[in-house]
DNA sequence: GCGGGATGTGGTATCGGTTTCATATCGTGT
DNA sequence: ACACGATATGAAACCGATACCACATCCCGC
């Protein structure tokens, strides 16, 4: 059933209808006309018919990674909190890691079909950049920092340097680094310079035999562990870029039997659920992701607002959770 | 920039360009010509003045519950995969747990504005099922079974019998339940009732005291612990409708000392990754959300093929997966 | 040489809404 | 009595695509 049907089903003109669902200027008269027919066919106006003239679609694309992340999900449910409270929904792309993929979602949303972009990115590159400089409509990226654009980000460096540095006050001398892909600016090379500057301000020098890059995965931290620590010159604190990586650490050490914090000072990024329950506590590095969702989204909505092209970059801070794995003395 | 505006920048007729990104019966030259113009640009066809002719928006409605829960991510991991490989993209509509958000997620969705919809459910009122059998495209319901209609689901109950009569074949003879609400047929009365019948078959009597519903998080099965174990008759092992709420017990174990799995074993559901690592492994069981995310895609797809009305119910089945907190004798 | 299927083409009706426009009615201040 | 703004109304143009239609080739078999 479409409008003009309906119109003449409910007895008045097609017009009338299309200020029911939209502005004023009509009767009461009409409108309980209206509402009775309503009633009786459950007609509802097509929305794309609506969007072609108005160039609205109340959608926003969402290009994350990955689903089944604790961090993702939770940057995501801010997103999808702040959104719908304006009546926007979420059109999700996941490109499971597949840089291609976000390419082809970024030229997908050119296509009018959203009224808006947040991009929770891993890696940037010259495609990146290009595309997302032609894009016409707002765009927001979330937990990564590129200059000329939107940005809500979190103080990686600061994170990982704050973490860092708790466990070389506390009298580590081996320092080692389990990280992420350096492509990754924020949780990869970011944070693998907090660590950096943390280990240098101590007096140390930075072994880059005591550094690993790891996937974002437990077993790749439970394998990069067993590298670390089966050498010669065993580390006695280690800094892992996520709890995830942690966790992976904290398992090869269970199993060999080295005790922490006494052998061994753990310390992570992310402050997931799974730290607090861990077979020692996890010392680790609140970030807000939810908050910085949040902070997206309604930079997303000013923007769209406005139709402004001012570029803002926003960045959150942190707090550090001490727990178990780095309580000495 | 439109269609023919484009035409006429490209030299060609409007419905050249129109077969050109649909069907074929076009000349090399048109194409070329249409292509050379593309490149200069950047012209995209309008979906939604697509949509309006073909009634296609190639998008798939997800209503869920949460999205920072590991099992939701994982069922929408599976279904994100079967999708968008056949071209479509999610729509998500996070309902927060609001029951009245699924509703008005359904109603929004009859709007033409997805070719079908996924609805993982938590609860069923009669609402829903009107709202249901009223929707005009195809729907798969995901983790609940609910008669006449699509479904893909676990095997709740079995999953709850198989890990309670685990504990019990290792010799347990108090066993207690904390569970979740019982409007929750999958997770809340399925479970439930799982536990009850491998209890009764040992030839105990169930016995209410000894069970607790609780939320779906470790604090409220952290507090339920508490109730259950600080009374006179404390339970030898306590089954767990989610891992999440065993975290919580553990967690209350590990601070009041009582030993597992020598004072008490413990069993949960879902085979989350945090109970791998748990500070004593879970016992769990797995359920395969991914695959019952890729199959509620599959049928929501041959549903989408064939546009018949044909409603099947798919039940996954599980696996035991036993860890130290079982582990006896 | 001719009927008929496959291929190629552009004009235009159509999809289902919104917005503009011309027009009408009303209350009200002067 | 009259001008004027606010309210109310339906017809028709319009948004940007697709699909149908009428028509033009071309190739093939008979």
Same mark, same amino acid.
Request: net charge positive; aromatic share 6%.
């Given at each position: 059933?479409?409008?003009?049907?309906?119109?003449?089903?409910?007895?008045?003109?097609?017009?009338?209808?299309?200020?029911?669902?939209?502005?004023?200027?009509?009767?009461?008269?009409?409108?309980?006309?209206?509402?009775?027919?309503?009633?009786?066919?459950?007609?509802?106006?097509?929305?794309?018919?609506?969007?072609?003239?108005?160039?609205?679609?109340?959608?926003?694309?969402?290009?994350?990674p990955k689903l089944s992340s604790e961090s993702i999900s939770r940057v995501t449910e801010g997103i999808s909190e702040v959104l719908s409270a304006e009546g926007f929904e979420l059109?999700?792309?996941?490109?499971?890691?597949?840089?291609?993929?976000?390419?082809?979602s970024l030229e997908l949303f050119r296509q009018n079909r959203v009224d808006g972009v947040i991009l929770l990115a891993s890696?940037?590159?010259?495609?990146?950049?290009?595309?997302?400089?032609?894009?016409?409509v707002p765009t927001v990226i979330v937990g990564q920092q590129l200059k000329?654009?939107?940005?809500?980000?979190?103080?990686?460096?600061?994170?990982?340097y704050s973490m860092t540095k708790l466990m070389l006050d506390k009298g580590a001398k081996r320092p080692a680094f389990i990280g992420a892909n350096q492509d990754d600016v924020a949780a990869g090379r970011d944070r693998r310079r907090g660590f950096e500057k943390a280990v240098t301000e101590a007096g140390i020098t930075v072994d880059p035999k005591m550094c690993e890059i790891a996937k974002f995965s437990m077993d790749s931290g439970y394998e990069k562990?067993?590298? *670390? =620590? #089966?050498?010669? &010159?065993?580390?006695?604190?280690?800094?892992?870029?996520?709890?995830?990586?942690?966790?992976? @650490?904290?398992?090869?050490?269970?199993?060999?039997d080295i005790s922490i914090p006494g052998?061994?000072?753990?310390?992570?990024?992310?402050?997931?659920?799974?730290?607090?329950v861990l077979?020692?506590?996890?010392?680790?590095?609140?970030?807000?992701?939810?908050?910085?969702?949040r902070e997206g989204a309604?930079? *997303? =909505? #000013?923007?769209? &607002?406005?139709?402004?092209?001012?570029?803002?970059?926003?960045?959150?801070?942190?707090?550090? @959770?001490?727990r178990e794995s780095t309580k000495r003395g």
């Amino acid at each position: 059933m479409n409008i003009s049907e309906f119109a003449k089903e409910a007895g008045v003109s097609v017009s009338a209808v299309s200020r029911y669902f939209n502005d004023g200027y009509l009767s009461d008269d009409k409108r309980a006309l209206i509402e009775a027919a309503l009633e009786r066919t459950g007609y509802m106006p097509s929305y794309s018919a609506r969007t072609i003239r108005t160039k609205v679609t109340k959608l926003v694309g969402v290009i994350l990674p990955k689903l089944s992340s604790e961090s993702i999900s939770r940057v995501t449910e801010g997103i999808s909190e702040v959104l719908s409270a304006e009546g926007f929904e979420l059109l999700l792309v996941n490109t499971a890691n597949d840089y291609k993929r976000e390419i082809t979602s970024l030229e997908l949303f050119r296509q009018n079909r959203v009224d808006g972009v947040i991009l929770l990115a891993s890696v940037f590159t010259d495609t990146h950049r290009a595309l997302l400089s032609k894009m016409r409509v707002p765009t927001v990226i979330v937990g990564q920092q590129l200059k000329g654009f939107n940005c809500v980000c979190h103080n990686d460096l600061g994170a990982a340097y704050s973490m860092t540095k708790l466990m070389l006050d506390k009298g580590a001398k081996r320092p080692a680094f389990i990280g992420a892909n350096q492509d990754d600016v924020a949780a990869g090379r970011d944070r693998r310079r907090g660590f950096e500057k943390a280990v240098t301000e101590a007096g140390i020098t930075v072994d880059p035999k005591m550094c690993e890059i790891a996937k974002f995965s437990m077993d790749s931290g439970y394998e990069k562990a067993k590298l *670390l =620590l #089966s050498g010669r &010159k065993k580390p006695d604190c280690i800094f892992c870029a996520t709890d995830n990586i942690a966790a992976g @650490v904290m398992q090869y050490c269970r199993e060999t039997d080295i005790s922490i914090p006494g052998d061994l000072m753990i310390g992570g990024v992310g402050d997931s659920r799974m730290g607090k329950v861990l077979y020692v506590p996890l010392s680790s590095v609140h970030l807000h992701y939810k908050t910085a969702g949040r902070e997206g989204a309604n930079m *997303l =909505l #000013s923007e769209m &607002k406005s139709g402004s092209e001012v570029h803002r970059i926003l960045q959150l801070e942190y707090d550090i @959770v001490e727990r178990e794995s780095t309580k000495r003395g």
